[in-house]
């Protein structure tokens, strides 16, 4: 039965976290037009739909749109929720969410069944193979798409030309142009003809347990028999089930999973799965569980009494998995002051010889993030290793008792006594500061966060995974003092994430600014981050340092002094350097209100910054 709005005024959502079309599996972005079937998952019918409506952006938060009971001659107003940490979702309800053009487009162009309401409800509840397991997966256009008579009726279409190119030119143009719409609807229409068998009432629905298959494959079907024991490994892709197997693994550490995997894993001891039934129609599976499990991107996830995460962990989470193993370097993307995505460097990260100075080479969030659905500022933070560096430990500074509304900070500390922080900064002289320990003394393999939607997730989960049970326990626990250390500045500081940086033997920096027109004043020439070289030759990072077509790099050589001003105009800060060769009055002018800072006369700088700017810079005396 549907709910209606609460008695006492309490809104009913429709949760549009990490947003996917049924139709053609792209990531819905705001703006485009999209429509809602509601019902229960499993259920042959839906409960109720709304006509079209544009998906919100992060600003638009007391958007509604009306709800239209199936069966009824009745609406209700319900709020479009983006918020991923909201607890006031309908939990009730399954939401499957279309473009309105991949629906317009399939009813003109398929010479196929057209599609209807309880066309897509079906296809929504068999994609989505498990409850409550939204996940995105993108759909490769580039594989399977050819010219056909069945696929498009109107040769003159966009569709055709798009067709009609060949393989090896459409590729080029797809990672030149990922976002065109174009790509949606030949998408949308060779899915279409995919889900045909779906959606013919002549084609059985086979039930099966656990008991009875020993494998599943959707291209070569189902191989009978018991499986035995061990695990029950399921392959999840943007079609649903793929594949399911029982897995032996004797390896207890997991399998990085690729930068370009596009898939999902739910692995599960066979005991804890007995309950499930099991539903096949043509080349698709869906399960009926009811208890909670992760979403894994590799096929051999952890041991957990090798796993030590920052906080318990509740009902379904999709969890990343990074190899320690032989990085140079990470770049942490952070939103709102929270973790977002994590990425490591296998090479030196910010070399590239047709550059002539380093940067942080690693790719734009939209094009690694599956739910990224707009160009909101992010900030990646870099932290570049030394060779032979490698992590020491892995803090989590957390608030206590926990608030929703202060996401958790990840810490990082090298075998070089080096240390960066990624997320929010809070003064840890503050009661409720607490920081956890979650590997030590080298014994980190693996790095675990959570998958979190965008753009409002709170909540923050880390874990470390050790080789042995032995380096899980970890006491007695002393924070290190490059972590309890004041930076000043405390709970309502609206500066979000500090970069601490040495100014000791400092040989060389590198100054990230936007690029501006000629002849702009220096103080309207914001600064985005700088990159700092010693004389060891090791690389220190504050802000955002970014390879990007509209970045402007100053070389400063045997720096003597860094200056700071707020622009007002410009709406940040503006930096420069003065070095042995060019001096203070060749730097600045006669330009006043400068902020100094003596390279031998401080011990550290401190560079805030939000998602889109650097804020302030601050440096204590010696």
Request: proline share 6%; charged share 20%; glycine share 4%.
């Amino acid at each position: 039965m549907l709910v209606v709005p609460h008695p006492q005024g309490l809104d009913y959502h429709i949760p549009l976290q990490t947003p996917y079309c049924i139709l053609c599996r792209y990531s819905v972005r705001p703006g485009e037009t999209i429509a809602a079937v509601i019902g229960q998952w499993g259920s042959p019918s839906y409960l109720a739909y709304t006509l079209g409506f544009s998906f919100p952006t992060v600003t638009q938060l007391e958007n509604y749109t009306t709800v239209y009971e199936k069966c009824k001659s009745t609406s209700h107003q319900w709020l479009l929720c983006r918020r991923s940490d909201c607890y006031n979702c309908a939990t009730l309800h399954d939401t499957s969410i279309y473009h309105i053009d991949c629906f317009h487009i399939i009813r003109k162009n398929a010479a196929s069944k057209r599609p209807s309401l309880h066309d897509i409800w079906i296809i929504a509840s068999w994609t989505e193979s498990l409850p409550k397991t939204h996940y995105q997966s993108l759909p490769d256009v580039t594989v399977g798409v050819a010219t056909d008579d069945t696929l498009i009726e109107d040769h003159k279409s966009i569709l055709a030309r798009v067709c009609s190119i060949p393989q090896e030119l459409r590729d080029i143009i797809v990672r030149l142009y990922p976002e065109s719409p174009a790509w949606r609807f030949v998408s949308a229409l060779n899915r279409w003809r995919i889900f045909q068998p779906l959606l013919d009432s002549d084609v059985e629905i086979v039930e099966s347990s656990f008991d009875d298959i020993k494998s599943w494959c959707r291209s070569t079907g189902m191989v009978t028999g018991n499986g035995g024991s061990g695990k029950i490994r399921i392959q999840l892709d943007d079609l649903g089930v793929s594949r399911l197997d029982f897995a032996n693994d004797s390896s207890a550490l997991p399998t990085a999973a690729s930068r370009s995997q596009n898939v999902w894993y739910v692995v599960e001891e066979v005991s804890t799965m007995r309950e499930a039934r099991i539903e096949i129609k043509g080349s698709f599976m869906r399960i009926h569980k009811p208890r909670s499990f992760h979403l894994w991107d590799t096929p051999t996830p952890p041991d957990p009494a090798l796993t030590r995460w920052n906080r318990e962990i509740e009902g379904n989470m999709r969890v990343r998995c990074i190899s320690l193993q032989d990085i140079t370097g990470l770049t942490i993307y952070c939103q709102h002051g929270a973790v977002r995505w994590i990425y490591p460097h296998h090479d030196e990260g910010y070399s590239d010889p047709s550059h002539p100075y380093p940067y942080d080479s690693s790719p734009l969030a939209a094009q690694i993030i599956p739910s990224v659905t707009e160009s909101s500022s992010m900030a990646a933070i870099f932290f570049p290793f030394a060779k032979g560096e490698r992590i020491s430990s892995i803090w989590v500074r957390r608030c206590e008792p926990y608030d929703h509304s202060i996401p958790d900070t990840l810490a990082i500390i090298t075998t070089m006594g080096r240390f960066k922080l990624f997320g929010k900064y809070l003064c840890p002289d503050r009661p409720e500061v607490d920081f956890q320990q979650l590997s030590d003394n080298d014994t980190a393999t693996h790095l675990l966060f959570q998958d979190a939607d965008f753009p409002f997730q709170r909540t923050s989960y880390f874990a470390a995974i050790s080789a042995s049970v032995n380096d899980t326990a970890i006491s007695p626990i002393v924070v290190p003092t490059q972590l309890t250390q004041s930076r000043g500045f405390s709970w309502s500081s609206s500066f979000t994430y500090v970069s601490i940086v040495d100014l000791k033997n400092v040989k060389q920096i590198w100054v990230f600014r936007r690029k501006v027109p000629e002849g702009t004043p220096r103080k309207d020439r914001l600064c985005k981050g700088m990159m700092l070289q010693y004389e060891d030759g090791t690389i220190a990072v504050a802000g955002v340092c970014r390879g990007e077509p509209e970045i402007d790099v100053q070389i400063a050589t045997l720096p003597t002094s860094i200056h700071y001003k707020i622009s007002h105009e410009a709406g940040g800060l503006a930096v420069e350097c003065a070095t042995h060769d060019v001096g203070l009055d060749a730097v600045l002018g006669d330009d006043a209100g400068w902020q100094s800072i003596t390279m031998h006369s401080r011990s550290e700088m401190r560079w805030w910054f939000d998602d889109s700017r650097t804020i302030w810079i601050t440096s204590p005396s010696l």
